[in-house]
Every structure is written in structure tokens, then in C-alpha cells.
């Protein structure tokens, strides 16, 4: 073998670090997974073959270099892999906590099929957790002087945090908006503690503000300031605002007092891990209740998994298609299982009733435009769940940010998302740019993390082609005193 810290996939067995067992993590809000060891770290990023053609990195969205990282930590080259898997990506620890791995990188690994994939996810978060506490992630490096340039920023979640990063290394002033008490959009309100711990994401809130970014928290663009008063303020700006609009199910009693929204649900929980003091806690908490979660995405999974922790006397999940069909990780699935969620497939809610929910048995019929098999009722097939607390958990859509803005001229697409030059990233208004959710519609943490980055680099050459056409003062022409009024202003 000519590289014999490589390729050991033939005599090494693939290892995910090892879960804490179910009746521990089953009552607390830490993440499941032990940290790798470094020993263990070295030996499953060995079993990496180095392929030509790497799959894995190919369906990354950050396009990683996988391989790279993965011989660099196989070599004990630490931080040189830290350094490698940090060029491409703000946010590496995260995604490797909780990207659907199996359905990107790891999913597509040349060895998945026969000896099963590298463990890139795992590697991935234990080289940068490794780097932070060796001291090797540094502050911000800001290679020029551009302070005289502000970009506005609505929304602090990764897709807002990633341009922030990346505009305030090229120098520019950044100011955050955020509606929330705190930053990190759903890294910090959606997603529970058990998948990402807190801690990690304020690490990377922390080092964006040290960095000189400024965070407005509680400031909704809408009801603190309109688009147009925040366009005034700032040379550009960036709406990252993510998608909010829970999605209904049109069945009587789904708005009764014991049916709650999955968001709302997962915010109080969110709140409580945080020490926070929730309003109307009690109808928030699941502790002894039966309850039933409506939906088979990544938020059914995460608000099961929260009813089980909080205490429920027995969790459902009912899903209108089947297990192969469902949108949530398989591997997510796998976790609430062995944490005692009961999935009931092919079921869909009927009637919401004040013992539970009246729910209907369907099976799939023919594949529909979108190549997926459509659910149908199974003639006669009614059945009862009972439940104290329902939770509707059907997707999110965009809210009507033309209205909320108060700006008509911002075009959206027909789902609501904001209409953007799929080069330039910028909306029907000049100047203003869009990223993440808001403009793909309800995705992932690793896409906003891409699409935040991408759209720094687009904002700064609008920059810098307007100060070029002479429309605007350059960065270094830029005078201290217009510098010291827009601040002042923002
Ligand atoms: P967001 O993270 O939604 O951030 C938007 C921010 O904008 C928020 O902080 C919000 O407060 C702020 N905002 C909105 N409107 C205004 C306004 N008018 N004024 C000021 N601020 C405003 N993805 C994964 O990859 N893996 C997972 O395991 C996963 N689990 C998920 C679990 C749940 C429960 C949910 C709901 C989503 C999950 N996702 C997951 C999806 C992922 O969280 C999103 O795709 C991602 O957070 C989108 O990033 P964003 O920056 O576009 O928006
Ligand atoms: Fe895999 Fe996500 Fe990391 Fe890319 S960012 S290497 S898809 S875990
Ligand atoms: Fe290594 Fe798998 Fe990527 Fe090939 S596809 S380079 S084996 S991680």
C-alpha cells in the first residue's frame, strides 16, 4: 500500500463515536454522541481511500476538502486540518453535529456501499471542537480597511452569521438585526440542545462580536425599522430572515388548546435548557402527558425527541406516507426509536378531538409531479390516538415580507421566498441581497452556511463595482466623518 496511513477501510471497521446510552440521554438536553478520542479520530479518517474523484467532497455544499482534512488528521496533523476544513466553512463543528450526513457527504463515499462510509461528520466535528480547545481558532482576521462601508444584515442565523464573518474579514462594518433575545436563528431557537449543544453556537456568536460585529438583538426589521429606513443606514444589506410560517393541517379542532405549533413548542423548550423563565410553562411541557407529533421532517423528529425528554407518558409520531418516504434523517428516526417514540406510517390527522386526534389510514398511491407517491385514504381505515398535547410539525413557508417590510417593490417567487439574480444573489431592489431559507425555502444549516458566504463575496463586488463607477467613495476614500455617521445612525 503506498500510503499506509490511508486507505485502512479493508481492515478497519467503520466507527460513529460511541452514544450515550438511552435511559441517560433520555432525560437531558446534551448531545448523544461522545466526542471522539483522538486515537479513534485518526483511525476512522485512515479508512479514507483519497478517491480522484472525491463523491464526498462533490456533495458537500460547502464543498469541503474531505479528503484532505481526513489525511491530515490521519497523520496527527491537527491543526493543519483544523486550518484545511475551516478555509471553506464559518461554522465546521456544527455542520459535522448535524448535517443529514447520510444523505450528503457520507452518502455518497465511494465505500459507503461495501464497508461503509468514513465517518466524515464525526471527524469534521472533532477536529474544529479539538481546535477551540487548543486555542487554534483565532479571532477574525481582517485583511483591509473598509470600516467606512456598512452592510446591514437582517437575521442572525448561519446564513447571516456566515456573510457576517466573511464581509467583516474584508473590512467592511457590520451590523446584525435580530428580532430574537439572542443570535443564532434556529441553531440557537429550533434545533435542541441533544443534536447541538448551545454552548457551540455561542462560541461562534462571541467570535463575531469580538471580531467588532455589531449585534442588534430584539430589533424586528418591520416593527423597529422598515427596509427602506434600514437601506439608508447602509451601503448594503442582506436579508437572512429564514422562513417562520408554520404550515396548518386543515382538519376541525387543529387550533384546540392543547395543539400547539412545533416552532413554539421547540422555542419554550429552547428557553427552559436555557435557564430562561418560559411564559405558560406548563402548556409547553409534555411531563406525563400522551402526546402526538403530526409531520416525518427533521422538526417532527426534534419535537418527539423533546416530548420524550421532558417526560411524556408515551410519544407518536404519525406520517402520512411511510418510513422510506419520509423527509426526516433515517438516522434520526433511528435515534428517537431507541429513545421510545412509536412512528405510526401511513397516517394522517382526520379530526383533532380533546382526547387526541382521530387519524386516518392512508396508503401511497401513484408517484405525483414530483416523483414522490401521493398519500390516499385507506377506505374505512379511521383510528384513534389519544393524546393530551398535539403538536403540528408540517414545514414552514415564508412569511409576506413585502407587507412585514413594508417595501412592495421586494419581488418574491409564488412560494413567498424572495425573488434573486441566482448569480448575483441580489433582490428586485437594488443593493439588497438575500440568502438562506428565505430564499431557498425551508432547507439546512450546511446551505445557509454556503449561501451566506456566497453572498458576502457578491456584496462586496457590488461594493466594489459602485465605488468603482465613482457612485459611491471606495473604502479607502471613504471619510472618517460619513464613517462615523453611519455608525452613529445604525
Ligand atoms: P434562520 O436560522 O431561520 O435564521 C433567521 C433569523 O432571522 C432568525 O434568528 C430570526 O429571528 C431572524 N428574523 C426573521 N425575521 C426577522 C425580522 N423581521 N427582523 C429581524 N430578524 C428576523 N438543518 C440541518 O441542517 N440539520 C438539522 O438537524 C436541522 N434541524 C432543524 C430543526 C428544526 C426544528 C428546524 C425548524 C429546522 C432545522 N433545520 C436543520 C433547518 C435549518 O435550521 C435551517 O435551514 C437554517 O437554520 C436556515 O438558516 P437561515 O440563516 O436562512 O435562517
Ligand atoms: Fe458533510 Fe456537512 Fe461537513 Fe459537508 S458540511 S462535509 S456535508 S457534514
Ligand atoms: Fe474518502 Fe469516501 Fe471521500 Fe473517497 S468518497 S475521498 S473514500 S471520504
Redesign the pocket.
Known amino acids: 500500500m503506498a500510503n499506509t496511513k490511508m486507505l485502512h477501510f479493508i481492515d478497519t471497521s467503520q466507527a460513529q463515536p460511541a452514544k450515550r446510552a438511552v435511559e441517560e440521554r433520555a432525560h437531558d438536553f446534551l448531545e448523544i454522541s461522545r466526542p471522539f478520542i483522538i486515537a479513534k479520530a485518526e483511525e476512522q479518517a485512515s479508512r479514507c481511500s483519497q478517491c480522484g474523484v472525491p463523491f464526498?467532497?462533490v456533495?458537500?455544499?460547502?464543498?469541503?476538502n474531505?479528503p484532505d482534512w481526513l489525511k491530515l488528521t490521519a497523520e496527527g496533523r491537527l491543526e493543519e486540518a483544523y486550518e484545511i476544513s475551516s478555509a471553506t466553512?464559518t461554522m465546521?463543528e456544527i455542520?459535522?453535529r448535524i448535517?443529514?450526513?447520510d444523505r450528503?457527504?457520507?452518502g455518497n463515499c465511494v465505500i459507503e456501499k461495501d464497508f461503509g462510509a468514513v465517518t466524515?461528520?464525526a471527524v469534521?466535528?472533532f477536529i474544529t471542537d479539538n481546535a477551540w480547545e487548543m486555542g487554534w481558532v483565532k479571532p477574525i482576521n481582517i485583511v483591509a480597511d473598509r470600516s467606512g462601508q456598512s452592510v446591514g444584515i437582517i437575521g442572525a442565523g448561519p446564513a447571516g452569521m456566515a456573510a457576517a464573518e466573511r464581509l467583516r474579514i474584508k473590512g467592511y462594518t457590520v451590523h446584525v438585526y435580530d428580532r430574537h433575545d439572542r443570535a443564532g436563528g434556529l441553531l440557537t431557537y429550533g434545533i435542541p440542545g441533544f443534536k447541538l449543544e448551545k454552548f457551540v453556537v455561542q462560541r461562534r456568536v462571541d467570535r463575531l462580536e469580538q471580531a467588532g460585529i455589531i449585534i442588534h438583538r430584539n430589533f424586528e426589521v418591520g416593527r423597529d425599522a422598515s427596509l427602506a429606513e434600514l437601506q439608508a443606514r447602509h451601503d448594503a444589506l442582506l436579508v437572512a430572515t429564514g422562513v417562520y410560517r408554520p404550515r396548518d393541517v386543515n382538519v376541525p379542532g387543529a387550533h384546540g388548546p392543547h395543539v400547539l405549533d412545533a416552532l413554539d413548542y421547540l422555542i419554550a423548550s429552547n428557553r427552559a435548557d436555557f435557564g430562561d423563565t418560559v411564559v405558560e410553562a406548563a402548556q409547553f411541557d409534555a411531563a406525563g402527558k400522551h402526546v402526538v407529533v403530526i409531520g416525518g421532517g427533521d422538526t417532527a423528529m426534534d419535537c418527539v425527541r423533546t416530548a420524550i425528554r421532558q417526560g411524556a407518558a408515551s410519544v407518536k409520531c404519525l406520517y402520512r406516507r411511510d418510513r422510506t418516504n419520509m423527509p426526516g434523517s433515517a438516522r434520526e428516526v433511528a435515534h428517537a426509536e431507541e429513545e421510545g417514540v412509536e412512528f405510526v406510517w401511513l397516517a394522517a390527522p382526520a379530526a383533532i378531538t380533546d382526547s387526541g386526534v382521530s387519524a386516518q389510514r392512508m396508503r401511497l398511491g401513484l408517484a405525483g409531479p414530483d416523483g414522490r407517491r401521493a398519500p390516499e385514504p385507506e377506505p374505512g381505515g379511521i383510528f384513534e390516538a389519544q393524546a393530551d398535547l398535539v403538536i403540528k410539525a408540517l414545514g414552514f413557508d415564508p412569511e409576506d415580507l413585502p407587507v412585514l417590510f413594508g417595501a412592495s417593490d421586494l419581488a418574491v417567487t409564488r412560494w413567498g421566498t424572495l425573488r434573486v439574480d441566482h448569480k448575483t444573489m441580489m433582490t428586485s431592489l437594488p443593493g439588497v441581497f438575500a440568502a438562506g431559507d428565505i430564499v431557498r425555502g425551508a432547507s439546512?444549516v450546511?446551505w445557509a452556511?454556503r449561501d451566506g458566504q456566497d453572498v458576502a463575496v457578491q456584496i462586496h463586488n457590488w461594493l466594489r463595482a459602485r465605488a468603482a463607477q465613482g457612485t459611491e467613495a471606495g473604502p479607502q476614500e471613504a471619510s472618517a466623518s460619513a464613517a462615523a455617521d453611519k455608525r452613529k445612525a445604525a
Open positions: 464526498c467532497q456533495h458537500c455544499p460547502l464543498q469541503n474531505i466553512s465546521p455542520c459535522g448535517c443529514p450526513q450528503l457527504c457520507e466524515i461528520g469534521e466535528k439546512l450546511v452556511a
